[in-house]
């Protein structure tokens, strides 16, 4: 019976669940035997390169690929040509994976080839000529939204005002959200602080590049293996774009070395696709690390204004936000979401946060873990910060008096259900780390955040084999542990050991749709679908018993893996176990499985607080990170290593956006840190020991009380480490990445 | 009556209304009435939005059931990473 969120009682003593089991994937990954996007071969398998620009916006003029075809070994090549007419709902994706009338960014596809060798790919790729006609581009989101700034899109009308207006610019859209009178708010403040700050794009920096095998068969039916974060979405929009039934192209998910929401998309599948298609051959693309960060989907460049109001006693009277992000090329940008969490950690009164959707000559941006939340966390939270100094007030105390709480109306509409943000604020304050003694130059940073969580479409299969093991099949690409949580969850409800349970991700054409594994959903939605399937598969198996034994099924129960008689009036019987139950099967009625197709709902919100001691070095600016702790509520940890993982990575990762990431556009448009040494992203030594505090405050909305844990762990980071800078500096720094230039600056040395 | 709430910038697509009141057994019918009645909803609502029901987020749901005095809010489309 599937779980009935407010009927069901929450399952709170568990066996499996909450322990630290092996990793499923642990052998595979290190011997080498795990199969990721670019292990996958075929015969007759041709290598795809595709041709970018080299401009950050130019007209295309004409493209002549004839000397490229004539290349020995070169058995097709594709342009836009080969992309037809398509629904409204991926015109975007089309235009970003082949450009059409204009390049739109440095790096946009232009052209691809297919060839034998790469050399001969390569070879092809240099004789495709392009005409461009360099037009003027813009990359910096306030000079996008300058009057002046060239036009990328003279379709694109900003919505969202009271009135279109009548001439295209590269706003494309105006949300705004908030209640309360914010202006009267602000004038009862004892102290109104405004600041403006920036943020630089920064990239997920996933180890393993994008890389997909396709095959397209003369009958219309094709493969697709790839890397990604969502093979059904795959499979969706490679089907629209290349007109084809979704059914009749299958798509399996490799191992998938890291995503964090840039694999929830497309870039080089279609294009695989369509040069399998025009050479009857199967095609594999990989990309390099230079392709991946000038044309896959970074995260938005900013520019945000806060203004803020606070009493002496530490109430808020109003929070008001601007919020400027630029999303590249196509509207889209994450802007909404930064400006519905901006102010989410907040009880408020009044309260108001506009965001502005531009775009820019900068490539489409993609999700990254809680898209659009840190960076107006960043913002917000750093003029809370400076309120308390200067208000000299302690900034957990102030947190925990306006924190947002169960029943509390959110800053972005709604009233909040059952959330953990004041346990983690009060497992803040009571933390050694929040006492310790700081040296000359080091400081300490606090900040909270918030992200909302989600479910969706979720399908399951469950069966149990003959010697009493169980196979679990679920849509969800594992970027994170899902194995092993949603394994652990089927083996609890089930009564088995987890070593008894094996959960693979299956093809497109084995399981019902699923999303993406994104919105932190994964352990929260396919965790509950197993759940389902296993309580699906109970039912079954306690129908077996009560037909071994002949009594109704009313009369058995299942408990600790095993049908039993559910009282003394049912009989006395001997309980079968799952293995008993799976060894009669094919006797007693075939085989056994259960399944369960949901669109999960009830996922629980989700709050973090960060603590960073960091100590600058005034001579050079650079900035070391001393101590950080992170306060985090999971709901439930299933897997408590894998939680810990998913705080600690967050973390770094918030760190390297703070500290080091960023894109570096020349003037020129052209990207100038297109790889791993120029383009630093924090490794092992740059970094102390993560600790990680798990906070259960259980959803309602899960038998077990689960919370999706994978995204709000990188929206504190970045304040928490600005404050913290901030402090051991002693002035406010505005903008990131804090690098030691930036630093030196603010401490006037340069 | 259920109680309906947009984000900021789609009040005026409710002709400015904070907050409007409808007969709806479900986040279909909400959508559909808003759609039907209010021209700039429907595009709003074609492209995609979320629906917070007594405070929990739908993402993608239509046929979730509505209690007469539910607080219904229409958000962006929510995305995740």
């Known amino acids: 019976m599937n779980f009935q969120p407010g009927k069901d009682t929450l399952k709170r003593n568990f066996k499996t669940v909450g322990t630290r089991t092996p990793r499923p994937d642990g052998l595979d990954k290190i011997t080498g035997r795990a199969q990721f996007g670019a292990d996958m071969t075929a015969p007759g398998m041709l290598w795809g390169l595709i041709l970018r620009s080299p401009h950050a916006h130019a007209r295309i003029r004409k493209i002549d690929t004839s000397k490229a075809e004539a290349v020995n070994g070169v058995h097709a090549v594709v342009t836009a040509a080969d992309f037809g007419p398509c629904p409204d709902g991926v015109l975007d994706v089309r235009e970003n994976i082949m450009a059409r009338e204009k390049a739109l960014y440095d790096g946009h596809a232009v052209a691809a080839v297919a060839a034998t060798s790469r050399a001969a790919a390569k070879q092809a790729l240099k004789l495709i000529k392009v005409d461009y006609e360099v037009l003027p581009h813009v990359t910096d989101v306030d000079e996008a939204m300058k009057p002046s700034a060239p036009v990328i899109n003279n379709k694109l009308f900003t919505k969202g005002l009271d009135k279109t207006p009548r001439k295209p610019s590269n706003v494309a859209e105006r949300f705004e959200f908030g209640h309360g009178d914010v202006e009267a708010g602000l004038k009862q403040a004892d102290l109104v602080i405004e600041r403006t700050f920036k943020t630089e794009a920064t990239h997920q920096g996933y180890i393993e590049p994008h890389a997909c095998l396709a095959s397209m068969g003369s009958d219309g039916k094709g493969d697709i293996w790839c890397c990604t974060q969502g093979h059904f979405m795959v499979r969706q929009v490679c089907s629209a774009l290349l007109g084809m039934d979704a059914s009749a192209l299958r798509v399996t998910a490799s191992e998938i070395g890291g995503g964090f929401g840039g694999k929830t998309t497309v870039f080089i599948e279609p294009v695989a696709l369509a040069l399998s298609l025009k050479s009857n051959r199967p095609v594999k693309v990989v990309m390099s690390r230079s392709e991946v960060l000038r044309a896959s989907g970074p995260t938005s460049s900013t520019s945000i204004d806060i203004k803020i109001g606070m009493n002496k006693d530490g109430t808020i009277t109003a929070g008001d936000a601007t919020l400027r992000y630029q999303g590249g090329a196509f509207p889209g940008s994450a802007v909404p979401y930064g400006a519905m969490a901006a102010f989410a950690c907040y009880d408020l009164k009044a309260v108001r946060a506009v965001g502005y959707d531009v775009i820019a000559n900068r490539p489409k941006q993609a999700a990254y873990r809680a898209p659009g939340a840190p960076m107006a966390a960043y913002a917000v939270e750093s003029v809370v910060d400076e309120l308390c100094k200067e208000l000299d007030l302690d900034p957990l105390d102030v947190r925990l008096k306006n924190a947002s709480s169960d029943g509390s109306k959110a800053s972005y509409g709604p009233n909040f259900d059952v959330i953990g943000l004041r346990a983690t604020l009060e497992a803040a304050r009571a933390h050694p780390h929040y006492k310790a003694k700081l040296g000359r130059n080091q400081g300490r940073g606090v900040a909270c955040g918030f992200w909302f969580n989600f479910g969706g479409e979720t399908s399951v299969s469950l069966n149990v084999s003959a010697d009493g093991t169980i196979g679990l099949s679920v849509g969800t690409p594992d970027i994170g542990g899902s194995r092993a949580s949603i394994g652990n969850m089927a083996a609890e409800e089930l009564g088995v050991p987890h070593d008894k349970v094996r959960c693979i991700i299956a093809d497109t054409a084995s399981l019902g749709y699923n999303d993406v594994t994104d919105g932190s959903r994964v352990t929260f939605a396919s965790g509950l679908a197993a759940i389902n399937a296993a309580r699906d598969a109970i039912g079954k198996m306690c129908e077996r018993a009560a037909g071994i034994w002949g009594i109704p099924v009313e009369a058995v129960t299942w408990e600790d893996g095993a049908a039993r008689p559910s009282s003394p009036n049912a009989g006395k019987h001997e309980p079968l176990t799952l293995a008993d139950i799976a060894a009669q099967a094919g006797a007693t009625g075939g085989p056994i499985s259960g399944h369960c197709e949901i669109n999960a709902e009830g996922a629980g919100v989700s709050f973090a607080t960060h603590l960073v001691d960091t100590e600058v070095d005034p001579e050079t600016g650079y900035v070391k990170v001393l101590r950080y702790t992170v306060f985090q509520d999971a709901g439930k940890a299933v897997h408590p290593s894998y939680v810990e993982g998913q705080f600690q990575g967050g973390a770094v990762q918030g760190i390297g956006w703070a500290l080091n990431e960023e894109y570096i556009y020349g003037k020129d448009g052209t990207l100038q840190n297109a790889g791993f040494l120029d383009y630093r992203i924090p490794v092992a030594s740059d970094l102390p020991m993560i600790d990680a505090v798990i906070v259960e405050v259980p959803n309602p909305g899960h038998p077990y009380g689960v919370r999706g844990v994978g995204e709000t762990s990188i929206v504190p980071p970045l304040a928490a480490i600005s404050n913290s800078v901030s402090d051991a500096a002693g002035v406010r720094m505005t903008q990131l990445p804090m690098s030691p230039p930036r630093v030196l600056k603010a401490l006037g040395r340069i | ?81």
């Open chain 2, 1 to 81: 009556m259920v109680k309906v709430q947009v984000w900021g910038s789609l009040k005026p697509a409710l002709e400015g209304a904070d907050e409007i009141e409808l007969e709806a057994a479900s986040i279909r019918e909400v959508l559909d009435q808003l759609s039907d009645t209010y021209p700039a909803m429907k595009q709003a609502i074609m492209r995609g939005v979320s629906v917070s029901v007594d405070g929990r987020m739908y993402a993608n749901a239509i046929m979730v059931p509505l209690k007469p005095d539910s607080e219904v809010f229409v958000l962006p489309k929510l995305v995740g990473g």
